[in-house]
């Protein structure tokens, strides 16, 4: 298996620009995971997904931030508008069903918006 | 809420030391508990995990981390650094009351030094 797949690796934007991340998970894993990684507040969790629903979007940190899942193998974020302090590392994860299983990690998504 | 906290942003330690990462959880349900590794410019992997039994796993490369429950810690030591052991560390906790949402420490970054 190719493992999760992010992309774009890299997106430099200009602020108020719409910005779209994707995730193809591995195929096969229930649940699937968004997390933002700053200098400042370290790995956040911003939503998660099981079967395509998501169940806890707590930590979306606004209404500019909104996340799909429209089938078991891609999934979303969407930034509109994008501001300076988005910039970030956003990770996509996927586990299988089951509590013992390890999260699988993409490579991320060096998002900076200018 | 849950919440765990890693209570070194930075350990600095010479090659072939020892070194203790530490890590604090709290919660009101069982969690299972991990630790990752994220190597600079990829993204995070699992290195060991508690789930029952043992409360000392360890990991193949040497660390090892042992689960208190009475201080609701899960330090990760190892007993000799490698140059290439550098890297940012996080431990997480996953909480099992069936949404098995995995919360991050704000990490720990091991620098070892020749």
């Known amino acids: 298996d190719a493992g999760v797949i992010q992309s774009p690796r890299h997106e430099v934007t200009e602020m108020g620009q719409e910005v779209t991340l994707r995730c193809k998970p591995i195929?096969?894993?229930?649940?699937l995971f968004w997390y933002r990684q700053t200098m400042m507040r370290g790995l956040e969790l911003l939503i998660y997904?099981?079967?395509?629903?998501?169940?806890?979007d707590s930590g979306m940190p606004e209404d500019r931030f909104s996340a799909k899942m429209p089938n078991a193998s891609f999934s979303t974020l969407k930034i509109q508008p994008s501001e300076p302090r988005d910039s970030a590392v956003y990770f996509c994860?996927?586990?299988?069903?089951?509590?013992?299983?390890?999260?699988?990690f993409g490579s991320g998504t060096q998002l900076s918006v200018l | 809420a849950q919440s765990v906290t890693q209570l070194d942003s930075q350990v600095p330690v010479f090659e072939e030391a020892p070194v203790e990462l530490r890590c604090n959880y709290s919660?009101?349900?069982?969690?299972?508990l991990f630790w990752y590794v994220q190597y600079p410019n990829q993204g995070l992997q699992l290195l060991l995990k508690?789930?029952?039994?043992?409360?000392l796993v360890k990991s193949i490369n040497g660390f090892e981390a042992e689960f208190n429950k009475s201080q609701t810690s899960f330090h990760l030591r190892k007993p000799s650094v490698h140059i290439s052991d550098t890297a940012e560390y996080f431990c997480?906790?996953?909480?099992?009351?069936?949404?098995?949402?995995?919360?991050f420490g704000a990490g720990t970054r091991l620098f070892v030094k020749a």
């Open positions: 919660s009101s349900v069982s969690v299972y």
């Open positions: 997904f099981n079967n395509n629903v998501p169940i806890d």
């Open positions: 997480a906790v996953r909480i099992n009351t069936g949404g098995f949402k995995t919360i």
């Open positions: 994860a996927s586990t299988p069903q089951g509590p013992n299983e390890k999260l699988f």
């Open positions: 195929s096969g894993h229930d649940y």
């Open positions: 508690y789930l029952s039994g043992s409360t």
